[in-house]
Structures are given as structure tokens and as C-alpha cells.
């Protein structure tokens, strides 16, 4: 197998939870075997490739993700997240959260939610008053 082939391998099993691939002789990878032989005129024109032969230590995790820490996926991690970010209460704390962020499924989260958080806040509701304040107060309407 060319380095080449066995770099792409490695990064499509970095971020999948496929455990085989099928890779032509012009290069493309697919996880469909059907699909490979589709792409060829010869079934010897089809390499197999299996996760453990491209990554040595196999970190998949007790789930099946690729992640032998936690058992998540970075798809995975990605989507819980966002969905942190979702239920976040202020803008400060969004923006603390997106610092360094990659992925746009969470930079997506965080922008709507503090659309949400200002829209909330230009009609005067609960949560961030865009003046740094969460907007708790008394119940005489009086800020804490």
C-alpha cells in the first residue's frame, strides 16, 4: 500500500467509525464494497483496507467510536458541544467557548445563540441584557 493511500486511510478512520474501506487504483476510497467494484472493470483493481492495519493501536472505544478516551467520535464531541453552547446564558460564556473553535456545527450553535440571547434581551426578557448583567433581579423589578 502507497503512503499515500495509508495517510488518506488513516484520516478517514480517524473520523469515522467504519472499520473497512475499499480504495480503487485510481485513488478513491469508499466504504461500500459495491459501490468500489462499481468503480473498476476488474475486482483485482480493489484493495481492502481494515482499521487496524492502518492504525496500529486501534483506539476505538468500548462504543465503537474512534476515541479510546471517552468513546466519542469528534462528530460526536462536535454535537455535544453545540448543544452546551445551546443552553449557554450568557454571550460572554459562548464567546469563551467558541475561542479556537473548528468546527462550524458549533460556531453555527454559537451565533444563534446569541442572536437568540440579544433578541431576548432587546425585549427585555430574561437572561443576558447585553450589558453584561443575566437580568436576574427582585421581584419589584429591581436588578440584583
Known amino acids: 500500500m502507497k503512503k499515500e493511500i495509508k495517510d488518506r486511510a488513516k484520516r478517514i478512520f480517524e ?3 467504519t472499520d ?3 480504495v480503487n487504483k485510481k485513488g478513491s476510497f469508499f466504504t461500500s464494497k459495491n459501490l468500489a467494484l462499481n468503480s473498476v472493470d476488474k475486482v483485482e483493481d480493489i484493495e481492502e483496507i481494515k482499521r487496524e492495519s492502518v492504525l496500529k493501536t486501534n483506539p476505538k472505544g468500548s462504543n465503537g467510536s474512534n476515541d479510546g478516551k471517552d468513546g466519542l467520535t469528534p462528530m460526536q464531541k462536535a454535537k455535544s458541544r453545540a448543544e452546551a453552547i445551546a443552553k ?7 464567546e469563551k467557548a467558541l475561542e479556537g473553535e473548528t468546527a ?3 460556531k453555527k450553535a454559537g451565533a ?5 440571547l440579544k433578541e431576548l434581551a432587546s425585549k427585555g426578557g430574561a437572561g443576558n441584557n447585553g450589558d ?3 437580568g436576574a433581579g427582585d421581584n419589584n423589578g429591581n436588578k440584583a
Open 15 to 17: 473520523n469515522s467509525d
Open 20 to 22: 473497512l474501506l475499499y
Open 88 to 94: 449557554m446564558d450568557t454571550i460572554e460564556a459562548i
Open 104 to 106: 462550524n456545527s458549533v
Open 112 to 116: 444563534e445563540r446569541i442572536k437568540a
Open 132 to 134: 453584561g448583567t443575566d
